[in-house]
């Protein structure tokens, strides 16, 4: 094993998925001289020109709509948003077309396209740059959806997405890219729909998503203190979702906790609990539980911030009185 960056492990998918395919061609602002608002992508337009790395105009929906034409013509393009918030920018080109060609057309056309794009808070970028867009992409059929946690996870589901036939919204929380993570060498692809054990306990099962991960694992660690024993589950895809491996470990637990950064309404714990309770309701010790960020508008204030999205402590918390 070795230890890189979350975005040095995203840019080695790209590299080595890159050089494997010549249809691999990528597109966003910024993405080839600045190498990517979050340096992703740095050294790509140097090394593949600027047919397959293209920066590109300020228009969201413009890029979105050339990556579905890109991809409808026998490329895999990948877009890359520079805030997942802009997904409403391009909510026409990702939800009615990209999303939908492949039903429409009986099978006969496919989207092999992957849109890369930041989510979640922690940098004061405000309202309308800090917000965690997988439950609204989750909603509409026809979209893959992915929220890698660790750079394993990242460079392995990046290089599965890619090669993927459908389009895949691919969610990398922006808090991650600059810490470091040991990784296997190589990285194969992760395949779609299948979590990960991240931790094992025996008390209460934690299910997470993207960032979550990693402070769930701060948690439990505070939790074992205190005798308290928690099972983590790393979703990895929320769009195909494991359910399998949910229900299994929260009947060996009796307990769940939905650890997810989106806006607390209609969101991925309500629906992780919805569709697991008709297999795991006698299982249950304790009502499901959500940590989420409430619903109100993500402020630029990092005093206000802060405290409305999840952390270590509000998790510890949450699991003592689900606990009681």
């Known amino acids: 094993m070795r230890e890189i960056l979350y975005r040095d492990a995203l840019r080695e998918a790209l590299d080595e998925e890159m050089e494997r395919d010549d249809s691999v061609v990528m597109i966003g602002e910024d993405i080839g001289f600045i190498g990517g608002n979050f340096k992703v992508t740095v050294g790509l337009l140097e090394k593949y020109g600027d047919l397959r790395v293209k920066d590109s105009p300020i228009s969201e929906a413009g890029i979105v709509g050339m990556g579905v034409g890109m991809a409808l013509t026998g490329l895999r393009p990948i877009v890359e948003l520079m805030f997942s918030d802009f997904l409403l920018v ?9 999303a939908k060609i ?12 992957v849109i890369r794009t930041p989510i979640g808070g922690g940098r004061s970028s405000a309202a309308q740059h800090s917000q965690s ?10 979209l893959k959806v992915v929220v890698p946690s660790t750079a394993q996870e990242a460079k392995g589901l990046l290089k599965t997405a890619i090669r993927d036939d459908n389009p895949v919204i691919f969610l990398e929380h922006k808090m991650e890219y600059t810490n470091k993570f040991m990784i296997d060498d190589p990285v194969e692809p992760i395949p779609f729909g299948k979590a990960r054990i991240a931790r094992e306990g025996t008390d209460i099962t934690i299910v997470a998503t993207s960032s979550q991960v990693m402070k769930s694992e701060k948690a439990a660690k505070e939790l074992e203190k205190d005798g308290i024993s928690v099972e983590i589950i790393d979703l990895r895809t929320i769009v195909p979702m494991d359910r399998e491996t949910i229900i299994e470990s929260v009947k060996k637990t009796g307990r769940l906790l939905v650890v997810d950064e ?26 499901i539980g959500r940590i989420a960020t409430p619903n109100v508008p993500l402020p630029f204030s990092p005093a206000l911030e802060f405290p409305i999205i999840p952390s270590p402590d509000k998790i510890v918390a949450k699991v003592k009185k689900m606990m009681e």
């Open 262 to 287: 989106a806006h607390e309404r209609c969101g991925i714990g309500a629906e992780i609990g919805a569709a697991v309770m008709d297999d795991v309701f006698y299982y249950l010790d304790a009502p």
């Open 102 to 113: 492949r039903y429409m057309s009986g099978g006969q056309a496919k989207v092999p396209m």
């Open 90 to 98: 391009a909510a026409d080109q990702v939800i009615n077309q990209a």
């Open 133 to 142: 867009m997988q439950a609204m992409v989750a909603h509409f059929p026809g």
